[in-house]
């Protein structure tokens, strides 16, 4: 563990564990620290092989919190997830058995290939913080948090996340296809034997503890914002709903959303106070997977990060 009086070290000590195991995507990094440190869930999508599961596993290794990994296909159950009730023939009694979404950090892999009726077993757990089975709460460690990958919705045997269920994941981190020379880098470390299957070879070891996060969490929190970037969020949430090309624009839940991810960017970058590029920094991540298109704008080739540049254009930020 860090034992630093900044807690931003401890980020930073993170940082640089993951970038022992995944090269070339700061962005993705940047954006589940900030999930993080906002305790709130990360949808990280990108086309298979780009690294979406090594990096969350390098993120866990890299924190000291119990983590639980499921991977989500087409047979999976919701009990599967949330756990179940199982008769003890000794007792005559039924006895509740904890699933894997009893943990700290949960990676949900590939969550858009089992149906929605299992979907929706982490709707309760992601807002709650809490499972119900047979009638009766039961509450789920803390801190919890859910990074789930996805494939692209057009990729063959996947199933669309609901709109509810989006709305709870505070961000929605995309991956790319790597640069040429990034991708000779990792072919050059493959060469050299790493193994994405053993992290621990890779030297990557736990740097940040729960209580740590949890300092850093309530640093963010105290990060200052004026009226002026208060309502100036609240107008970029209505011009979404506005626009032309949408039919579902980012709901309030969205804008408290990017109030919270413009805190922690605003701490990340080592200021006290929120700036309108901190907001613009992260009105993408935060609102991209909270719109819904028309679907003549899909025909017409629209996608939803060109209807957020638009908006961003569009509503003028405070001085």
């Known amino acids: ?52 599961t090594l990096l969350v596993r390098a993120l866990a290794a890299a924190i000291d919190l119990r983590t639980t990994r499921i991977q989500f296909t087409a047979d999976l159950m919701p009990g599967d997830v949330t756990g179940s009730l199982i008769y003890d023939a000794q007792t005559a009694r039924f006895s509740f058995r904890e699933g894997p979404v009893f943990t700290n950090l949960l990676l949900a892999d590939e969550i858009n290939r089992t149906p929605p009726k299992t979907q929706s077993a982490l709707l309760e757990a992601m807002q709650e913080r809490q499972v119900s089975v047979d009638g009766a ?57 790493f193994d994405p299957q053993d992290l621990a070879s890779a030297g990557i070891h736990a740097v940040a503890s ?7 969490s309530a640093a963010v929190r105290r990060v200052r914002v004026a009226d002026e970037i208060l309502g100036y969020i609240v107008e ?3 011009a979404t709903r506005a626009a032309p090309s949408t039919a ?12 919270a991810t413009s805190r922690a960017w ?16 992260l009105a993408r991540p935060t609102f991209r997977h909270r719109i819904q298109l028309r679907p003549e704008a899909e025909l017409e080739g629209v996608v939803v990060d060109r209807v957020l540049d638009t908006v961003l254009a569009s509503v003028p930020a405070p001085r």
């Open 210 to 216: 729960a209580k740590e996060l949890a300092e850093a």
């Open 137 to 193: 709460p039961r509450a789920l460690p803390d801190p919890f948090c859910v990074i789930a990958t996805q494939n692209p919705i057009e990729y063959e045997g996947t199933y669309p996340l609901p709109e509810a269920q989006l709305d709870r994941f505070l961000l929605k981190v995309t991956m790319p296809l790597p640069e040429r020379d990034t991708e000779v880098q990792v072919l050059a470390a493959h060469a050299a034997g």
């Open 248 to 259: 579902l624009g980012a709901s309030p839940r969205g804008a408290t959303a990017l109030l």
């Open 1 to 52: 563990m860090t034992d630093n009086a900044d807690p931003r070290a401890t980020l930073v000590a993170i940082r640089a564990e993951v970038a022992k195991a995944v090269v070339g995507q700061d962005a993705a990094v940047t954006g589940l620290l900030v999930g993080l440190l906002c305790r709130g869930h990360v949808l990280v999508e990108g086309v298979p092989g780009v690294a979406k």
């Open 266 to 281: 605003a701490w990340l970058s080592g200021r006290d106070f929120v700036t309108p590029d901190d907001v613009q920094a």
């Open 236 to 238: 970029l949430a209505r």
